[in-house]
């Protein structure tokens, strides 16, 4: 048995080979396990962690009516990536891991709920030809936007924008949906839809009041046959150098690797995805009210200069019109519209040393429900000492809401292989 183990380990580390990443000077990918020679079957494997130290300037406390401490860490994501070919028309991926580990998330002998590794993506696909492929099962081939098909390995601003991920929670888990989709490209417009089974349980677990707003458990009070389905698409042209679309994650930041302007819309329907109570508190009437958001979004990220190690620049901006139903407002989510913007600026300076890149971001968001706006800012920088396979970011984040005005300062290690 430790023969055949020592044999296996040799026949790995013979076999590994890296493949493209963004900005790495010396490490292009993961690990890829080959099982002919050209490569064309394999398993490829990619796993990162992200670790942060939050420190929130202003006093806060826990429900006992005690302070709570200014300077928290968090395990903000620890992942492990899997997908394989023996065929060049079919693949599997599988995705797992957890998030926002915390202090209050800890359990003593690591059983808790805030412990548990899940599921985030399982999926079979395969395809159509060269340019078009069909799969399903747990996938992120989202619609909407770039910022909602994001990807956490290469994000310019410290986490994606929050309310970017519009569904999370809502009808999907984690961002992910279940069900079957279709992607691909004609020339340079590139494509992603979707058809998915609605979650059945939903962060929000309010019950309709007559008279008052929407909310958003469809699936589970008015049953699969009427709020069961939602719908997915997001399209992009690509006017410079092509994305892959090979894997649905959209990259933050290329750090000049890439010449990119892209122009996008997508959309999110869930028919009868929100409930509203029409009757009286004597007599509840309850209806489906359908979701809708769409999205419209530019994306530019390209080198300044000619040598190859210059500076490079990235920006990205995106409108999004969100309907959850009648006054819809719940955490960060809500019915009204939304802009953000961000962008960053990488110095020039030789890839075998540390890089840095300022950037700023900023985002708005109107709710029918109430007069007041969410605002959000932040301001960072990355240090890329091996472009993202080995980053730290440290951001300054403002969240105006209301009565609620949060600044937190936030520091974060991100290694990935």
């Given at each position: 048995?430790?023969?055949?183990?020592?044999?296996?380990?040799?026949?790995?580390?013979?076999?590994?080979?890296?493949?493209?990443?963004?900005?790495?000077?010396?490490?292009?990918?993961?690990?890829?396990?080959?099982?002919?020679?050209?490569?064309?079957?394999?398993?490829?494997?990619?796993?990162?962690?992200?670790?942060?130290?939050?420190?929130?300037?202003?006093?806060?406390?826990?429900?006992?009516?005690?302070?709570?401490?200014?300077?928290?860490?968090?395990?903000?994501?620890?992942?492990?990536?899997?997908?394989?070919?023996?065929?060049?028309?079919?693949?599997?991926?599988?995705?797992?891991?957890?998030?926002?580990?915390?202090?209050?998330?800890?359990?003593?002998?690591?059983?808790?709920?805030?412990?548990?590794?899940?599921?985030?993506?399982?999926?079979?696909?395969?395809?159509?030809?060269?340019?078009?492929?069909?799969?399903?099962?747990?996938?992120?081939?989202?619609?909407?936007?770039?910022?909602?098909?994001?990807?956490?390995?290469?994000?310019?601003?410290?986490?994606?924008?929050?309310?970017?991920?519009?569904?999370?929670?809502?009808?999907?888990?984690?961002?992910?949906?279940?069900?079957?989709?279709?992607?691909?490209?004609?020339?340079?417009?590139?494509?992603?839809?979707?058809?998915?089974?609605?979650?059945?349980?939903?962060?929000?677990?309010?019950?309709?009041?007559?008279?008052?707003?929407?909310?958003?458990?469809?699936?589970?009070?008015?049953?699969?046959?009427?709020?069961?389905?939602?719908?997915?698409?997001?399209?992009?042209?690509?006017?410079?150098?092509?994305e892959s679309n090979f894997l649905p994650y959209k990259v933050?930041?290329?750090?000049?690797?890439?010449?990119?302007?892209?122009?996008?819309?997508?959309?999110?329907?869930?028919?009868?995805?929100?409930?509203?109570?029409?009757?009286?508190?004597?007599?509840?009437?309850?209806?489906?009210?359908?979701?809708?958001?769409?999205?419209?979004?530019?994306?530019?990220?390209?080198?300044?200069?000619?040598?190859?190690?210059?500076?490079?620049?990235?920006?990205?901006?995106?409108?999004?019109?969100?309907?959850?139903?009648?006054?819809?407002?719940?955490?960060?989510?809500?019915?009204?519209?939304?802009?953000?913007?961000?962008?960053?600026?990488v110095f020039a300076r030789d890839k075998s040393k540390t890089?840095?890149?300022?950037?700023?971001?900023?985002?708005?968001?109107?709710?029918?429900?109430?007069?007041?706006?969410?605002?959000?800012?932040?301001?960072?920088?990355?240090?890329?000492?091996?472009?993202?396979?080995?980053?730290?970011?440290?951001?300054?984040?403002?969240?105006?809401?209301?009565?609620?005005?949060?600044?937190?300062?936030?520091?974060?290690?991100?290694?990935?292989?």
């Amino acid at each position: 048995m430790r023969k055949q183990t020592l044999l296996l380990l040799g026949l790995f580390l013979m076999s590994y080979q890296f493949m493209k990443a963004q900005g790495s000077p010396d490490y292009t990918g993961g690990l890829k396990f080959k099982f002919n020679e050209d490569g064309s079957k394999y398993l490829r494997l990619i796993s990162w962690a992200q670790v942060q130290a939050n420190y929130n300037t202003d006093e806060t406390f826990d429900g006992n009516g005690n302070e709570n401490s200014k300077l928290n860490f968090n395990l903000r994501r620890a992942r492990v990536l899997m997908f394989a070919q023996i065929n060049k028309d079919f693949l599997i991926l599988t995705h797992f891991g957890l998030n926002s580990l915390t202090s209050t998330t800890l359990s003593p002998t690591g059983k808790g709920d805030g412990s548990q590794l899940f599921f985030h993506d399982v999926w079979a696909q395969y395809n159509l030809g060269e340019n078009h492929t069909v799969g399903g099962g747990l996938h992120y081939f989202n619609g909407i936007s770039r910022l909602n098909n994001q990807s956490t390995l290469n994000m310019m601003t410290l986490d994606n924008h929050r309310q970017s991920w519009a569904t999370i929670g809502l009808s999907d888990q984690f961002a992910r949906h279940l069900g079957v989709f279709a992607k691909g490209k004609f020339g340079k417009l590139q494509y992603r839809v979707a058809i998915n089974d609605a979650s059945a349980s939903s962060l929000d677990s309010r019950t309709a009041v007559a008279g008052e707003s929407a909310v958003y458990n469809g699936r589970s009070t008015l049953g699969s046959k009427d709020s069961g389905k939602a719908f997915a698409g997001y399209f992009d042209y690509h006017f410079f150098d092509q994305e892959s679309n090979f894997l649905p994650y959209k990259v933050g930041t290329y750090l000049g690797e890439k010449k990119i302007f892209n122009v996008g819309a997508g959309f999110f329907l869930h028919p009868k995805g929100s409930v509203i109570d029409t009757g009286t508190a004597l007599s509840p009437n309850l209806e489906g009210e359908d979701v809708s958001i769409f999205a419209v979004d530019a994306f530019y990220d390209a080198p300044i200069g000619d040598d190859g190690v210059g500076g490079a620049i990235t920006a990205y901006a995106v409108f999004q019109s969100n309907d959850y139903g009648k006054n819809y407002l719940f955490s960060a989510y809500g019915t009204g519209s939304m802009v953000y913007g961000h962008v960053g600026y990488v110095f020039a300076r030789d890839k075998s040393k540390t890089r840095y890149q300022p950037y700023a971001s900023y985002g708005t968001h109107s709710y029918d429900a109430v007069d007041d706006n969410r605002n959000t800012l932040g301001i960072g920088v990355n240090a890329y000492m091996s472009g993202h396979n080995s980053k730290l970011t440290l951001e300054y984040n403002n969240q105006n809401f209301g009565d609620v005005d949060i600044n937190t300062i936030s520091l974060q290690a991100m290694i990935y292989l």
